[in-house]
């Protein structure tokens, strides 16, 4: 797919094509996030490897649309969208909540057994999956939702959790606008019921931060019950969003991953 139909579309964006590339790597961002938190990474990974950031609805270009509050409606929506992307080698990477999407697009997919135009009919699979700060999809809440308390105490949430600057709570204009998409992204998480299906054939890498209250490394161990193929969990200095505190050594990792999916 050349870079002129990347714009048409408005769930996948490639930052910095390459049509040499060897392996495609789909980002998915946490609850509130977007692309940003990916940014630079097309710069900062293997040359071989073609970044592409998965867009949702409610932040950045697409702000004026409505946010999902559910898992199912989203998969069935960004499938059909991405599906275009999948006629190479790719794996999927999830931060929090891009963990559970990713996962369950993963399994979406493999359900479906779309049929590849060039190879014939074949289950559409990533080659890896990574998962950063997300508990295990098949383990049971420990906390009470927060998507629908009123806003102070939402707001009060958040602040524990961390990754949304101070200044930017204290603006209430800003917050408007930004907290029914944060209320919809938690809504996704703390509604989802989790199926019990195979193991996916992928192998999976996790990421823990060593300081997140919000999934530990036991939780994130716990994914290995969800591949039939290899698992390796890494433990990353840092809280909830490691993702900044921990970004070279976090890349140097996937790199590494990526790499060897190449050989």
């Known amino acids: 797919m050349n870079n002129r139909n990347q ?5 996948v964006t490639c930052p910095k094509p390459n049509p040499d590339a060897q392996l495609r790597l789909f980002c998915f961002h946490h609850a509130g996030g977007g692309t940003l938190s ?16 998965i867009q949702l609805p409610g932040r950045e270009r697409r702000l004026m ?9 989203l998969i069935q929506e960004l499938k059909p969208a991405i ?8 794996a999927f990477l999830g931060y929090s909540m891009g963990s559970l999407i990713a996962f369950e697009l993963a399994r979406s997919l493999r359900r479906d057994r779309f049929a590849h135009p060039q190879r014939g009919y074949r289950e559409i699979s990533p080659n890896h999956l990574f998962v950063c700060a997300r508990r295990a999809p098949q383990l049971p809440p420990t906390k009470k939702p927060i998507y629908e308390l009123p806003e102070s105490e939402f707001l009060q949430e958040l602040r524990c959790l961390g990754g949304t600057p101070e ?8 917050m408007a606008l930004f907290i029914p998409t944060l209320r919809a992204d938690f809504a996704v998480i703390e509604t989802y019921n989790y199926y019990d299906e195979p193991p ?6 996790a990421f823990a931060g060593s300081e997140d209250t919000e999934a530990s490394r036991e939780e994130l161990a716990a994914w290995s019950s969800q591949t039939a193929a290899d698992f390796n969990l890494h433990i990353l200095p840092g809280d909830h969003f490691f993702l900044n505190s921990s ?6 990792i996937i790199d590494t991953v ?4 190449n050989l």
């Not at 599906?83 to 790719?90: C, D, G, H, R, S």
């Not at 996916?200 to 890498?205: A, K, S």
């Not at 970004?247 to 140097?252: A, M, T, V, Y």
């Open 7 to 11: 714009f048409l579309n408005p769930w």
């Open 38 to 53: 990916f940014r630079n990474w097309a710069d900062e990974l293997f040359p071989a490897i073609e970044v592409y950031l």
């Open 65 to 73: 649309e409505s946010a999902f509050t559910r898992i199912e409606p």
């Open 83 to 90: 599906i275009p992307y999948l006629k190479q080698p790719f």
């Open 167 to 174: 200044e930017i709570l204290a603006n209430k204009e800003l």
């Open 200 to 205: 996916l054939n992928c192998p999976i890498t």
């Open 247 to 252: 970004r070279s050594r976090l890349l140097q």
């Open 258 to 261: 990526c790499h060897q999916i």
